[in-house]
């Protein structure tokens, strides 16, 4: 008989004479007449409830089961008389795999987060990491699920890449050389011998590639891993995170805007919706404020907000900020937090920044100092979505990326797509670490990512 | 007015009075009293046609448009009269938003996909590439729709790792040092100013770390990119391309095997249907066999052959194999070939192969000369997946790690799987682009890839 999982058992409507689950053991206790055995299988957050009679011919062994030892239990869900459940399982045979030993590190009993990323391997054993990874796999269920029905294509652009997106540093290098004797020539590396027979880098966006795309399929996505190496030991940086970033031909700023709110709002809803049982033990155990937080992201329109409005909002905050807002000023965290958390209490989206500040691919506004970019606020995480409509005039672009210092060589074929039949266009990145934090309230990037890389971390 | 995309309208069951789309435009014919033009906005194939007559203000202007420019139409969509479509849109507005110049490489001609590489950023205004990359899109969804409606979780496993999962070179290294300037001690690299302390490479697979999360979350998959650094230029390598690797807790070789038919049965039936105008593309061009070869696969059960018979049939078909076959021989593309699209003309899938050839995560059977790997193989493509039961028994898979040269102390956690509460496990990997290969009839992996990395090649 195949094994029925713990979540479509404990769906069931009626008592079912005959099932199979197999799973690991949670506790096991004791009563006057029989043994209980909590069982998990991972495809819920729920144990569902074995209970073994000391006629079953392994009895003296079922006693013996320790937290972690898997097991195959057949026998008669019935419904159950205890507490807090609806079905339990009455044996008729329970087989022993393999005996969890005294070791196992996961015995019942309270883990610190920092313990249990010495064991990432075995975290998602515990309840709340068990949680935050299939909250983690709906999310990213969701992402494609909002982009595909709305007829958007799914488009996977390179992680090897010879340009740097976003004219700036802290690169990854991909190399197929030997890094004990690499070949120089004059003093400098000689890429000639290397797998590209050039400088390789791990890309920190998709979105010029994604651009590329939209302007011959007109809607299209990106959701893939993206790589920073920021030597940066924080709650909110890990040097590979995924990234979604969709992009829209024919779409300018306000409409970008509004696909952001409405894309935001849709995967909060389908985690709330589909992710319920997960979803409330971060909401009891992790961050008791939770659910109210989610409904106000959920129930009002999202702020429209100009930089400029937000930098004197700033100025007479009356706040001691750690860093200095005037115009020109780049909004730190500390900044964005104040805007949607103290000042609006709700999510608040930013845009017109100054040009100063903003890559070269931003759309310049008609004052010259303020591009189409923009920037979704959330309360407790900040910036969560950074977005823009792109620079569609080839002219304008060139002169940006002469200003910003951008090798027109390099992006031959980028300048090529305002030359063929260019048209307004915009897009957005959202970080999708960030997203998994807002939605369970988590606030170290360590514990959303299954095996997360910061530096000096790479096990696993 | 908002525009609609090209293939709602299509999709429209009525006339309708006023309609808006924005595009490329495709070709342009003057007709006696009109001007026809095609226009197409990656939603779909197909174009649609807009007739634009001499009272419009802009007519002299409409009448030069040019292939690859860009405009926005408004107009009653009705039938239409002439053949091969249904709707065409009578335009009361034409506005030209950038012509494309004379060069625009896309001209109305034949290009060769070597040409095309060489344009990756344009190739999707193609008939074929848009319908290529559309059909790839709909595969992706297709995966996550597949597990994710049988209760799999996706797993986001580390695209940076530490260890080499197969125990295989070709591995692309990953550093932030500087390759001019390589701090090294006692003659070879110190990694210790090294972003992680230690060499890092790309990953090749996901396997181990999903056999993690299987015994954690019972099942998952992975979906991501892998990396080979192998200096080969086939037209079947990439540097870069996107695995599916499905693992499954409480799975054997065989449930395994019929997850595998299901899956790749599954994602061909999808792509028939949602991508059915797409597919006729390939049909017609490409591959005159294709529905057919697709039609074979879906609708007989995949052979089960045992490797050590493969061999037998192999040996006695009379073929003069560039690669010898005998047991312990690893099954070469010829042999592949020869076994589904000669002998059984269908999927085969071959397993319980030579301990010898297979790494060391596999298990190994009773015979301890075979372990329990399988491949399905297709015809025209060869293995189109690999799986086996993963090695559960701690002392057996130590055996092996030590006889394969694998590092015990670099894979302690997944050593761990196998003593707390071990179960049998099994999983597979699909290299998805060898699948849009199988069902689009591409013969060059790089031409299923939007930015392919190859041997010397990274440019966009």
Redesign the interface.
């Known amino acids: 008989m195949m094994?029925s999982?713990v979540?479509?058992l404990l769906a069931a409507e009626t008592a079912l004479k005959t099932v199979c689950i197999?799973?690991?053991?949670r506790t096991r206790r004791d009563a006057k007449a029989f043994s209980f055995i909590e069982i998990n299988?991972?495809?819920c957050l729920a144990n569902l409830q074995v209970i073994a009679d000391p006629e079953l011919e392994n009895y003296e062994q079922i006693r013996k089961l320790t937290t972690?030892?898997?097991v195959?239990v057949t026998g008669a869900m019935q419904e159950s008389p205890g507490k807090g459940q609806k079905w339990e399982i009455l044996a008729t045979a329970v087989t022993l795999?393999?005996t969890?030993?005294e070791e196992?590190p996961l015995q019942k009993k309270r883990h610190t987060d920092e313990f249990l990323r010495t064991?990432?391997?075995?975290r998602?054993?515990t309840n709340k990491?068990?949680a935050a990874?299939?909250i983690?796999?709906t999310l990213?269920?969701g992402v494609?699920r909002f982009f595909?029905e709305r007829?958007f294509?799914?488009?996977?652009?390179?992680?090897?890449?010879?340009s740097d997106c976003e004219g700036a540093g802290e690169l990854?290098?991909?190399?197929?050389?030997n890094?004990?004797q690499?070949p120089?020539k004059d003093?400098?590396?000689d890429y000639t011998a290397d797998?590209?027979?050039?400088?390789?880098n791990?890309t920190v966006s998709g979105q010029l590639?994604a651009e590329?795309?939209a302007?011959?399929?007109?809607?299209v996505y990106t959701f893939?891993?993206t790589?920073r190496?920021e030597?940066s030991n924080t709650r909110r940086h890990a040097?590979?995170f995924?990234m979604v970033e969709p992009e829209m031909?024919?779409c300018d700023l306000f409409q970008n805007m509004a696909m952001a709110e409405t894309f935001i709002k849709f995967l909060i809803g389908d985690a709330l919706k589909n992710c319920a049982d997960d979803l409330n033990l971060f909401a009891k155990f992790v961050d008791k404020r939770l659910m109210q937080e989610l409904d106000v992201i959920l129930s009002k329109p999202f702020v429209r907000l100009p930089y400029e409005d937000a930098v004197t909002i700033l100025k007479q905050s009356g706040r001691n900020f750690s860093y200095d807002v005037f115009f020109g000023a780049d909004l730190q965290t500390e900044h964005e937090r104040f805007l949607a958390e103290d000042h609006f209490k709700q999510p608040v989206i930013v845009y017109n920044y100054p040009k100063s500040i903003k890559p070269f691919y931003m759309r310049v506004n008609d004052d010259d100092r303020t591009v189409a970019a923009m920037d979704v606020i959330v309360p407790r995480i900040g910036e969560i979505i950074g977005g823009s409509q792109r620079e569609e005039r080839p002219t304008v672009l060139d002169a940006r990326m002469k200003e910003t210092r951008v090798s027109a060589a390099d992006l031959w074929?980028?300048r090529?797509?305002r030359?063929?039949?260019?048209?307004?266009h915009s897009g957005f990145g959202l970080g999708f670490e960030r997203l998994i934090m807002l939605v369970t309230g988590i606030t170290n990037i360590r514990d959303v990512?299954?095996?997360p890389?910061t530096?000096?971390?790479?096990?696993?």
Chains 1, 2 share one sequence.
């Open positions: 094994p999982s979540k479509t197999s799973g690991w053991v299988d991972g495809s972690g030892s898997s195959s795999i393999q969890a030993p196992y064991i990432s391997h075995l998602p054993r990491y068990g990874f299939r983690r796999s990213s269920y494609h595909q007829g294509f799914h488009v996977h652009t390179p992680i090897l890449t010879g990854f290098q991909v190399t197929a050389l890094l004990d690499v120089q003093g400098k590396t797998f590209f027979g050039k400088p390789a791990l590639e590329a795309a302007l011959a399929l007109g809607n893939g891993p790589f190496a030597n040097a590979e995924w031909a024919f074929w980028y090529d797509l030359r063929y039949g260019s048209v307004v990512i299954p095996f890389r530096p000096g971390a790479i096990d696993f």
